[in-house]
């Protein structure tokens, strides 16, 4: 299958170095502290945050004088093609891992001792690219609850496929056989959290996939900050009403 035209097109009509459409949207779930929608292109993932709160596990109390994160991700049984029952695998267990790790490197734990902060994410519709959506979208819950982080933590996947380099990979391209890279920085520091890959690439090629995928995170931080300086100027509109 050929995935770029003669005239530099994929097949879902992007250049090699173009994003998905970006849609997020914060306070969407009532019940819970922070929580965010964050959609790139047709994956749409939930974020739900809880905290900070009384460490649950008594025996972990006097042990942490950092806040305690959690996180569980899961996705909706809907959420791809395949109708068969989503279950909590073993691949759930390592993307909530690398998650919370991420996250750790960007929320200020040593403010909030003794102390626990529950992430949950779902995906509601996965089309490639879920593992950066959920730390774009678990980002923009943990503002909306007021948490305080260091930078903003922010995620964008590149791939290499057919000898071209690709931003932010659909299902399609992701499952081409291609190597995908997924990065995680914080923008203003400057500071990689999260680096992955499901192949060895050569070093040249490998810098070329990173920095497309690093730029990649900066747009997107660009996008959080907008929805969340939005999102403030519709607080203040609210209570001057």
């Known amino acids: 299958m050929e995935y770029v035209n003669p005239e530099g097109l994929r097949l879902d009509g992007r250049r090699f170095n173009e994003m998905r459409q970006i849609v997020a949207e914060v306070g969407v779930v009532s019940k819970a502290d922070g929580s965010a929608v964050f959609e790139m292109g047709n994956t749409k993932v939930i974020a739900a945050v809880y905290g900070p709160r009384e460490i649950q596990n008594k025996s972990l109390q006097k042990k942490n004088d950092h806040a305690l994160v959690l996180c569980e991700y899961s996705m909706a049984q809907f959420s791809t093609g395949d109708r068969r029952r989503q279950k909590f695998d073993r691949r759930s267990t390592e993307l909530s891992l690398v998650i919370r790790q991420t996250m750790e490197a960007c929320i200020l734990t040593e403010l ?16 490639g690219g879920t593992r950066s959506a959920c730390i774009n979208a678990a980002t923009l819950a943990l503002a909306d609850a007021g948490i305080p982080m260091r930078d903003l933590a922010v995620s964008c996947s590149a791939g290499y496929l057919n000898s071209t380099p690709l931003l ?7 499952s081409a056989g291609g190597t995908d890279v997924t990065v995680g920085i914080l923008p203003k520091l400057d500071k990689v959290t999260l680096l992955q890959m499901d192949a060895k690439l050569p070093m040249e090629t490998f810098e070329t996939v990173f920095a497309l995928a690093s730029e990649g995170c900066k747009a997107i931080a660009e996008r959080i900050r907008e929805v969340l300086q939005e999102n403030t100027k ?8």
């Open 234 to 241: 519709q607080l203040e509109y609210r209570r001057a009403a």
């Open 168 to 174: 932010d990979l659909n299902y399609v391209e992701d």
């Open 112 to 127: 909030l001792p003794h102390s626990q902060i529950d992430i949950f994410l779902q995906v509601l519709q996965a089309d």
